[in-house]
């Protein structure tokens, strides 16, 4: 069983930072890959970025450049770097994991930018 626990969601001004953190727990694989999805109100989950273990990263083009998704393997922890903030990157963001082609969830985190 994999259980994914989010912190780090926060009401932020834009072109400010966050950073987000995912702890996991439970079955680990070297071919796990984790990453962030988001999703808005009234739109898709879309994915923000993941990381296999091996530290291979892909990022959706929205967030390139701004944030930087990064792994420990020995604590089990994905963090998402969130830089230049801006309104549109308001949503819930999810922790993902990938193990062995199964998908499991964290609770979601908020994060909300405004002025």
């Known amino acids: 069983q994999v259980q994914l626990v989010e912190s780090g969601g926060d009401l932020v001004q834009p072109g400010g930072s966050l950073r987000l953190s995912c702890a996991a727990s439970g079955s680990v694989s070297t071919t796990d890959v984790m990453g962030w999805y988001r999703q808005a109100p009234g739109k898709q989950r879309e994915l923000v970025a993941r990381i296999s273990r091996s530290g291979m990263t892909t990022y959706t083009g929205a967030v390139k450049g701004r944030f930087t998704i990064s792994i420990d393997n020995a604590k089990n922890t994905v963090y998402l770097q969130m830089n230049s903030l801006k309104p549109e990157d308001t949503a819930v963001y999810y922790c993902?994991?990938?193990?062995?082609?199964?998908?499991?969830w964290g609770q979601g985190t908020q994060v909300t930018v405004s002025s």
């Open positions: 993902n994991k990938n193990h062995f082609s199964v998908n499991y």
